[in-house]
């Protein structure tokens, strides 16, 4: 009886053990050897061939617009508004009328002087006949010239006070918001509008002090503002300061952009490119291309790859075997990314002009990859992320 039970413990126990093996040994190793043997999956891709494009050198800085002319036109002597003559961002020529302030006083000081004026002379000629007939003394004749000459100085002196009581502008320009009513007390130097030139303006910027040897006036600008994303506007340098800062050790241009439409505002920031040299060849590729690292700029290139034989479900209901179809891989290969603009990055070591470079689907690859190339899946560029 006990020689039974040993006998069954001892078959299970090996029933148990081949178990164990066939689970935890046996089978892992056909799995791997499966996998092993399986082919490697193809991935699909975006990809682009690398090209040339010629690009202009450029000297990039920030820059800011200023007006030609812009000042903030003040009273020059003290009244009140009376009436002014024109709306807020007007466009005016030069010596339109602006305001006028209340000048009355100065009116009735010069009907008065006018009236001793007249007096004055009236007395100079009686006293012109008197000197010629002997009866009148030559020092009366110099007093009557001298108060005649008072006058007339006088006068002039409140025909100046009464010009400038009316305000005109200076140059042609557009003006900006009205600061004073009709009614309101002004002192001289008191703003009462701002006036400044729209066509051309400036756009000041500033440069590091090793770029200036790139720098010469003349030079073709191109520059770029927020509040038009799609439109570039071209100038040219006018000045550079032949004075560097000797505490940023940077040295301040100013361009004169033209402005015939009035779109672009003194104090707007301006994105500045100086073309400093002839348009020049340079190989390119997709910004999306390139994966920069610790270890350096790398983008994936699509090389070919071992063939590939028809399978089983191509050749059904087939009577001639097809020809196998080459197959594409990729490698790893480490660039030296250049300069960005826009979408593209230059790429001057490291690609050849007309190889394929992965633009899309690169977190999925590994150096060896078999890939299918489809270019419907480009990357979607994020909408309102300002990206060009």
């Known amino acids: ?185 002004v002192q001289p130097g008191q703003t009462l509008v701002w006036l400044q030139s729209v066509d051309p303006v400036y756009v000041d910027f500033t440069v590091p002090e090793n770029e200036l040897a790139r720098l010469k006036v003349g030079q073709a600008v191109e520059a770029l503002f927020s ?39 003194p104090g707007m920031f301006a994105d500045v490119k100086v073309i400093v040299d002839a348009p020049q060849p340079v190989l390119t590729v997709a910004r999306t291309a390139v994966t920069y690292s610790l270890y350096g700029d790398s983008v994936y290139v699509v090389i070919p790859g071992k063939s590939q034989p028809a399978t089983p479900a191509q050749n059904a209901g087939q009577g001639v075997q097809p020809s196998p179809e080459p197959a594409l891989q990729v490698e790893r290969r480490f660039v030296k990314a250049g300069e960005v603009r826009g979408d593209r990055v230059s790429v001057p070591q490291g690609l050849k002009e007309g190889e394929q470079v992965v633009t899309v689907g690169q977190l999925k690859l590994r150096p060896g990859t078999n890939v299918r190339i489809d270019n419907s899946v480009a990357l979607n560029r994020p909408v309102g992320t300002g990206i060009e």
């Open 1 to 185: 009886m006990i020689k039974r039970f040993i006998i069954i413990g001892v078959v299970f126990g090996l029933l148990i053990g081949g178990l164990a093996f066939f689970h935890f040994v046996f089978l892992p190793k056909m799995i791997e050897q499966a996998i092993r043997g399986a082919p490697p999956p193809t991935e699909t891709v975006s990809a682009e061939t690398v090209r040339v494009e010629s690009w202009s050198p450029y000297v990039k800085a920030i820059g800011t617009v200023q007006a030609v002319n812009g000042i903030e036109v003040p009273a020059k002597t003290s009244g009140t508004v009376r009436k002014y003559f024109f709306e807020s961002g007007a466009d005016v020529k030069e010596g339109d009328p602006l305001v006028q302030i209340d000048d009355d006083a100065e009116q009735a000081d010069v009907r008065s002087l006018d009236a001793q004026l007249k007096n004055a002379e009236q007395e100079l000629e009686r006293i012109q006949g008197l000197t010629k007939q002997g009866i009148s003394p030559r020092k009366d004749l110099q007093a009557a010239e001298a108060r005649r000459a008072e006058l007339t100085a006088q006068i002039d002196k409140v025909q100046v006070v009464i010009k400038e009581k009316l305000i005109r502008a200076p140059w042609p320009g557009r003006l900006g918001i009205r600061k004073v009513d009709v009614g309101s007390y």
């Open 227 to 265: 509040a038009y994303p799609q439109a570039s506007f071209n100038g040219k340098i006018d000045v550079i300061d032949p004075r560097i800062n000797e505490t940023t050790r940077v040295i301040a241009v100013r361009s004169v952009l033209p402005n015939p439409e009035g779109k672009i505002l």
